[in-house]
């Protein structure tokens, strides 16, 4: 019986599905692009093999292409019963969560790592700040994450796909140099990973090293195409640099070349969030953000995350609607949040509405809210800092400069905040200006 790279037995005759699925699972975890066309020459292969046909359930749903993927997850029913009890298991867990059936799916996973900790497909869902953890709205998401990673530690040792996992869990926590050394592990391993590539971005934005950050990632990314499940996020991080270093010219470029809607075929939710986050940093940092990018984004929003549910997308729809004008759009993800983070998804909701009104107490007043935990909203730490700043900028426009920076300076001591907030005093060290 053939076996994937980690050792677990695969339910095919076919030398070729074998090799296809471990040349899939790769492509998964490095988001490379196409991964469903790589899991296709497994069923290709042999059509009766359960796990290729999940694989490609997995590609489409990575990409929200989740019609796509019930189909494919269909298929993998159908010919579940050649599957072994461990491909089985894999097939209802992830159909929990393909179907909708979140907490269903992530004990069914949490279950079945406990007796197959290297079923790296399955330990995925769970990992990152967009995975189940992530994802949670719960207290304490980085420590859960930290510590579920570091019961699968020894199972996966040096790893380059976990090592990675594990440097961004780490970072999150505030553990830097610790993560420093796991990332470079994994790069070494594997260079052409985009999942690693991204985590030493955030590295470099935590340390605040900009102009090395952004080299690194323009370099990464020259090689990268467009269809990669990360190209949207990694080239987020390079336009975050580019408004630090002040190329406004840069920084549009980035916008529209590869981050809106209309050219970038990575997942919706990274479009919105990405380009909400980006336009208000811009606009924060004093550059003017056209209210027809406002109104555009505000439709897209409209369009793809109509319905409240998902807190992170809420927030920044909420800002996107604010920033455009949109009332209506606003006002219904404040009374129709939904979920364990639906209380901040609230007051971040409507401190964004009143910061386009420019009501700069209401602002501070529900911001604050947010403030006490917005880890609980996802994201990564460097993209809450959209709310960190957004504090600061009230605290600014209502004559509070000091301490808008001292706020900066004690949350995030590290990080290179000299462009954030335009107005601020220069004198004030590394604080905004």
């Given at each position: 019986m053939f076996t994937d790279r980690y050792g677990l037995p695969l339910s095919t005759a076919s030398r070729a599905a074998a090799d296809a699925w471990g040349a899939g699972l790769d492509a998964f975890l490095t988001a490379a692009p196409d991964v469903e066309g790589v899991f296709a020459q497994a069923v290709a292969a042999?059509?009766?093999?359960?796990?290729?046909?999940?694989?490609?359930?997995?590609?489409?749903?990575?990409?929200?292409?989740m019609g796509q993927a019930r189909e494919a997850l269909a298929k993998a029913r159908a010919v579940a019963h050649t599957a072994s009890a461990r491909e089985r298991a894999h097939i209802d867990a992830i159909g929990h969560l393909i179907d909708?059936?979140?907490?269903?799916?992530?004990?069914?996973?949490?279950?079945?790592?406990?007796?197959?900790?290297?079923?790296?497909?399955?330990?995925?869902?769970?990992?990152?700040?967009?995975?189940?953890?992530?994802?949670?709205?719960?207290?304490?998401?980085?420590?859960?994450?930290l510590a579920f990673l570091t019961t699968l530690a020894p199972h996966y040792g040096d790893d380059w796909w976990f090592q990675g996992q594990m440097a961004f869990a780490r970072m999150e926590a505030g553990q830097v140099a610790q993560a420093e050394a796991h990332i470079e592990r994994s790069l070494a391993a594997r260079p052409d990973n985009a999942h690693g590539a991204h985590v030493r971005a955030h590295l470099y934005y935590e340390v605040g090293e900009t102009g090395a950050g952004r080299a690194f990632l323009s370099d990464w990314m020259s090689g990268y195409a467009r269809g990669g499940l990360m190209h949207c996020h990694n080239s987020w991080h390079v336009a975050l640099w580019a408004l630090a270093e002040g190329d406004e010219a840069g920084m549009w470029a980035i916008v529209d070349r590869d981050l809106s809607?209309?050219?970038?075929?990575?997942?919706?939710?990274?479009?919105?969030?990405?380009?909400?986050?980006?336009?208000?940093?811009?606009?924060?940092?004093?550059?003017?953000?056209?209210?027809?990018?406002?109104?555009?984004?505000?439709?897209?929003?409209?369009?793809?995350?109509?319905?409240?549910?998902?807190?992170?997308?809420?927030?920044?729809?909420?800002?996107?609607?604010?920033?455009?004008?949109?009332?209506?759009?606003?006002?219904?993800?404040?009374?129709?949040?939904?979920?364990?983070?639906?209380?901040?998804?609230?007051?971040?909701?409507?401190?964004?509405?009143?910061?386009?009104?420019?009501?700069?107490?209401?602002?501070?007043?529900?911001?604050?809210?947010?403030?006490?935990?917005?880890?609980?909203?996802?994201?990564?730490?460097?993209?809450?800092?959209?709310?960190?700043?957004?504090?600061?900028?009230?605290?600014?426009?209502?004559?509070?400069?000091?301490?808008?920076?001292?706020l900066l300076t004690l949350r995030r001591p590290l990080t290179d905040k000299g462009r954030a907030v335009s107005g601020l005093d220069q004198g004030a060290g590394n604080a905004l200006t």
């Amino acid at each position: 019986m053939f076996t994937d790279r980690y050792g677990l037995p695969l339910s095919t005759a076919s030398r070729a599905a074998a090799d296809a699925w471990g040349a899939g699972l790769d492509a998964f975890l490095t988001a490379a692009p196409d991964v469903e066309g790589v899991f296709a020459q497994a069923v290709a292969a042999d059509p009766d093999f359960a796990l290729g046909h999940l694989g490609i359930a997995r590609a489409h749903q990575a990409f929200g292409r989740m019609g796509q993927a019930r189909e494919a997850l269909a298929k993998a029913r159908a010919v579940a019963h050649t599957a072994s009890a461990r491909e089985r298991a894999h097939i209802d867990a992830i159909g929990h969560l393909i179907d909708g059936r979140g907490a269903e799916g992530a004990a069914a996973i949490r279950a079945h790592l406990a007796d197959h900790p290297r079923d790296a497909l399955m330990a995925q869902p769970y990992m990152g700040v967009f995975g189940l953890i992530g994802f949670s709205g719960l207290p304490g998401r980085e420590a859960e994450l930290l510590a579920f990673l570091t019961t699968l530690a020894p199972h996966y040792g040096d790893d380059w796909w976990f090592q990675g996992q594990m440097a961004f869990a780490r970072m999150e926590a505030g553990q830097v140099a610790q993560a420093e050394a796991h990332i470079e592990r994994s790069l070494a391993a594997r260079p052409d990973n985009a999942h690693g590539a991204h985590v030493r971005a955030h590295l470099y934005y935590e340390v605040g090293e900009t102009g090395a950050g952004r080299a690194f990632l323009s370099d990464w990314m020259s090689g990268y195409a467009r269809g990669g499940l990360m190209h949207c996020h990694n080239s987020w991080h390079v336009a975050l640099w580019a408004l630090a270093e002040g190329d406004e010219a840069g920084m549009w470029a980035i916008v529209d070349r590869d981050l809106s809607p209309e050219v970038s075929v990575s997942p919706s939710l990274n479009i919105l969030t990405d380009l909400a986050s980006l336009y208000c940093r811009a606009d924060m940092a004093g550059i003017d953000v056209p209210a027809e990018r406002w109104h555009a984004l505000s439709q897209y929003a409209a369009h793809t995350f109509p319905n409240p549910g998902m807190a992170f997308a809420d927030v920044h729809a909420a800002l996107a609607h604010a920033m455009a004008g949109q009332g209506d759009a606003l006002a219904r993800i404040v009374s129709d949040a939904k979920g364990p983070a639906a209380d901040i998804t609230r007051a971040c909701a409507e401190g964004f509405g009143a910061l386009a009104a420019q009501d700069w107490p209401s602002a501070l007043a529900h911001l604050l809210v947010v403030m006490r935990d917005h880890a609980r909203l996802g994201g990564s730490r460097a993209q809450r800092d959209l709310i960190e700043y957004a504090v600061a900028t009230t605290l600014l426009r209502m004559g509070r400069g000091e301490e808008a920076q001292r706020l900066l300076t004690l949350r995030r001591p590290l990080t290179d905040k000299g462009r954030a907030v335009s107005g601020l005093d220069q004198g004030a060290g590394n604080a905004l200006t």
